[in-house]
């Protein structure tokens, strides 16, 4: 959610049960011009909150003249003082994958561990040999929980952003919404980071279609089928969609109007059990 409109853009989702509380929303208003200043940020979105065991994380993500590519994450645990998460490696990704496990605690420097145990058998007892192979810190996992949500359930509206011949993506400034038959459709809809896949709607769509604001994947060509909820609240007036996958993924976008948006309030736990539910 940009941090331009985020008085009102919670009020859009509020009937999710994603709130924030008058403190936290007067802080993050503050704060977040300020951290657009410190960095040199073009825009500043506030992603959402991660709860933890003892204190919750809330992230800011810093966007560069690219839209796109090199975006910058922050945390704070009271919307006002925030430190920068570390980039995410590949390396990085595969400890994480195998050591970090069950929710967050909600202290960055708590260290989560792969433990190996085997039996030593000596002539008085049996003993358990305990070797430690792999050391991850919380700070590193919450980077790349972060990075995994924004690669698999970030959303905007087709036309929102415009990819340009120099290949940068930029706001769309002359994107006026999607019409509300539009936004009934899930093709309508957009992963917000590098296209993985190749985008077959042109053949559908023919004369309407644009390479400069079709060159991102579709939601509804997400495997497994149906892992997105899509509704109308608020009397009809704004599209909200969800997230199946990432429980506490929230995006709206009002019709007919510019106005659109994410965030994450949950606890950064992966539903993996989704293709036996549906």
Known sequence: MDSNSLSYSLDFIACSGRILNIEQRTALQTSMLILKKSYNFKRVMFWGKLLGIKQ??????????????????????NCMDWLLLPAVTESMIEEVTKTAKGHFIGDPSYVYEQNLYFPIETEEEAEINVVSLTRVSEENRLAVTIQQIDEEVSVVPRGAFIRTPLGLVHVNRSFEGLSESEARKLDNFLHFREPKRANTLYLERMGDWCPAIDFLDVLSDDIP??????????????????????????????????????????????????????
């Not at 919750?56 to 645990?77: M, P, V």
């Not at 009809?236 to 019709?255: A, D, E």
């Not at 659109?260 to 309030?265: M, S, V």
């Open 56 to 77: 919750d994380y809330f992230i800011a993500q810093g966007r560069s003249e690219d839209e796109l590519k090199n975006r910058t994450y922050l945390y704070s645990f």
């Open 225 to 278: 089928k149906g892992s997105w909820s899509l509704q109308f609240e608020c009397a009809s007036r704004v599209c909200v969609l969800r997230s199946l996958l990432w429980f506490g993924l929230t995006f709206y976008h009002v019709p007919n109007t510019p106005q659109h948006g994410y965030i994450y309030i949950g606890n950064g736990l992966k539903n993996r059990d989704l293709p036996f539910m549906l």
